[in-house]
């Protein structure tokens, strides 16, 4: 469920050169110079701006809800200053970046050649966590625009739970579990009733503003509206005052830190608060308005969904992974056990193994012998044959039938989450 914007791309071929590299949320920082070379060596040969510029942004918590990258260094503020040189800043997965990731390798999804064939890459990533609608996307492709706000996680899961059990949900019972959406850096909207005409359409237009707390003599901006720069905010409530359009302002500084946001107006003594905040809220940035515009891949075709339709898409494309990833971890302990089980009847038969092994010229007729005389498959006889003698005891036999036992009741399981979309959909509910 891909969106318009260019930078998608360079989402995916970073977040999976970073799998490569072993970069998890637990390991050591990399450069980001190396993850964005080897990005644009092997899967985005269109110049390492673009890979730097989406690698950065993914680490910025002031941008994403869930930060997809843990960054480490000066990747840019919210006062507009740029990342430093990908030399000298680090990054690794977020835990959010690894979920987008997981399960990758159980062929869960399809893989193409890149484009110089001389590797795989992902069409998509399996994303277990609902990206498109917990991160948002903004972007413009031709002739058509993209505007999906960030949304609560929580909130999202809630809602698919409910699509889940109850496919025929309206927008209002999805709206009891997303309220609205949820900006990096708080601000409050206005008009939420106006919402359910967005959600339900898939585009329209909301105004947020942001939140200010009384302190005595002072007014205090504790969070911003959505895609605001904080120092040219700072700058425009100065050029108010100092136009007159804000009244009764004494002192204004910025003394926010990594703590929070924190903008402080300082009044004269005989200020009307309510009067200075209506006139923040209409001659700044402290309030605005913004545009959403609910476009994204429908298959390979761009088209303006409803929030139930998105998280639809979700719900069938992790369908689609649950599906191919059971069918994979089937296959293996499918195969598995039938190794087991010829090991086990193997050392049921431990001297006529040993005594045919022995008088074999070479491995390939010991194989073609123990097919014939214990009656198993020839990936079996291969596995006895590779088997050192000494794991061929009692002590041995006991793990395997334990193994063989354990990985029946696998099977069982997996055949069972196989047997109906019910019950693929019932693991979905563990995202």
Same mark, same amino acid.
């Given at each position: 469920?891909?969106?318009?914007?260019?930078?998608?791309?360079?989402?995916?071929?970073?977040?999976?050169?970073?799998?490569?590299?072993?970069?998890?949320?637990?390991?050591?920082?990399?450069?980001?110079?190396?993850?964005?070379?080897?990005?644009?060596?092997?899967?985005?040969?269109?110049?390492?701006?673009?890979?730097?510029?989406?690698?950065?942004?993914?680490?910025?918590?002031?941008?994403?809800?869930?930060?997809?990258?843990?960054?480490?260094?000066?990747?840019?503020?919210?006062?507009?200053?740029?990342?430093?040189?990908?030399?000298?800043?680090?990054?690794?997965?977020?835990?959010?970046?690894?979920?987008?990731?997981?399960?990758?390798?159980?062929?869960?999804?399809?893989?193409?050649?890149?484009?110089?064939?001389?590797?795989?890459?992902?069409?998509?990533?399996?994303?277990?966590?609902?990206?498109?609608?917990?991160?948002?996307?903004?972007?413009?492709?031709?002739?058509?625009?993209?505007?999906?706000?960030?949304?609560?996680?929580?909130?999202?899961?809630?809602?698919?739970?409910?699509?889940?059990?109850?496919?025929?949900?309206?927008?209002?019972?999805?709206?009891?579990?997303?309220?609205?959406?949820?900006?990096?850096?708080?601000?409050?909207?206005?008009?939420?009733?106006?919402?359910?005409?967005?959600?339900?359409?898939?585009?329209?237009?909301?105004?947020?503003?942001?939140?200010?707390?009384?302190?005595?003599?002072?007014?205090?901006?504790?969070?911003?509206?959505?895609?605001?720069?904080?120092?040219?905010?700072?700058?425009?409530?100065?050029?108010?005052?100092?136009?007159?359009?804000?009244?009764?302002? !004494?002192?204004?500084?910025?003394?926010?830190?990594? +703590? =929070?946001?924190? @903008?402080? %107006? *300082?009044?004269?003594? $005989?200020?009307? #608060?309510?009067?200075?905040?209506?006139?923040?809220?209409?001659?700044?940035?402290?309030?605005?308005?913004?545009?959403?515009?609910?476009?994204?891949?429908?298959?390979?075709?761009?088209?303006?969904?409803?929030?139930?339709?998105?998280?639809?898409?979700?719900?069938?494309?992790?369908?689609?992974?649950?599906?191919?990833?059971?069918?994979?971890?089937?296959? !293996?302990?499918?195969?598995?056990?039938?190794?087991? +089980? =010829?090991?086990? @009847?193997? %050392? *049921?038969?431990?001297? $006529?193994?040993? #005594?045919?092994?022995?008088?074999?010229?070479?491995?390939?007729?010991?194989?073609?012998?123990?097919?014939?005389?214990?009656?198993?498959?020839?990936?079996?006889?291969?596995?006895?044959?590779?088997?050192?003698?000494?794991?061929?005891?009692?002590?041995?036999?006991?793990?395997?039938?334990?193994?063989?036992?354990?990985?029946?009741?696998?099977?069982?399981?997996?055949?069972?989450?196989?047997?109906?979309?019910?019950?693929?959909?019932?693991?979905? %509910?563990?995202?």
């Amino acid at each position: 469920m891909p969106s318009l914007v260019g930078s998608e791309m360079c989402i995916r071929d970073s977040l999976y050169t970073m799998l490569e590299l072993g970069l998890l949320h637990n390991k050591p920082f990399k450069k980001s110079a190396t993850i964005v070379g080897n990005t644009m060596a092997k899967y985005h040969p269109h110049g390492d701006k673009a890979i730097y510029d989406a690698l950065a942004r993914m680490a910025q918590d002031f941008n994403m809800r869930y930060p997809l990258v843990d960054g480490q260094g000066n990747f840019g503020s919210i006062d507009g200053d740029s990342p430093a040189a990908m030399r000298y800043t680090e990054a690794r997965l977020s835990r959010y970046g690894e979920l987008m990731l997981e399960d990758i390798e159980k062929e869960t999804v399809d893989f193409i050649a890149n484009f110089d064939a001389t590797s795989k890459e992902p069409v998509v990533l399996p994303s277990r966590i609902p990206n498109l609608l917990i991160n948002g996307s903004t972007g413009i492709a031709v002739g058509m625009a993209t505007s999906i706000p960030p949304h609560n996680l929580r909130e999202v899961i809630g809602a698919l739970t409910l699509l889940i059990d109850k496919p025929d949900a309206g927008i209002e019972e999805i709206m009891e579990y997303i309220k609205g959406p949820d900006y990096p850096n708080g601000g409050i909207i206005l008009e939420a009733h106006s919402l359910k005409e967005i959600y339900s359409n898939g585009h329209g237009r909301i105004r947020a503003r942001a939140h200010i707390v009384e302190e005595d003599n002072k007014l205090v901006v504790v969070d911003l509206p959505p895609i605001t720069n904080k120092a040219q905010l700072v700058r425009e409530i100065a050029e108010a005052v100092n136009n007159g359009r804000v009244n009764n302002v !004494k002192d204004l500084r910025d003394e926010s830190n990594r +703590e =929070g946001i924190r @903008i402080v %107006i *300082e009044l004269t003594s $005989n200020a009307d #608060k309510e009067l200075v905040k209506n006139q923040l809220y209409r001659y700044t940035g402290l309030e605005t308005a913004v545009n959403i515009k609910l476009l994204a891949l429908d298959g390979k075709k761009p088209r303006v969904m409803s929030l139930k339709e998105l998280l639809q898409r979700f719900i069938d494309h992790r369908k689609l992974v649950v599906e191919r990833r059971t069918r994979f971890l089937l296959e !293996k302990a499918s195969k598995r056990l039938h190794i087991v +089980e =010829g090991l086990l @009847i193997a %050392i *049921e038969n431990i001297d $006529n193994v040993i #005594k045919l092994v022995k008088s074999s010229k070479n491995t390939k007729t010991a194989i073609l012998r123990l097919v014939e005389e214990l009656g198993i498959t020839e990936e079996q006889a291969k596995a006895v044959v590779d088997m050192k003698i000494s794991r061929l005891t009692a002590m041995e036999k006991e793990g395997l039938e334990k193994e063989a036992e354990k990985l029946r009741g696998e099977i069982e399981k997996l055949r069972h989450i196989l047997s109906s979309e019910a019950n693929i959909l019932l693991s979905l %509910i563990h995202i």
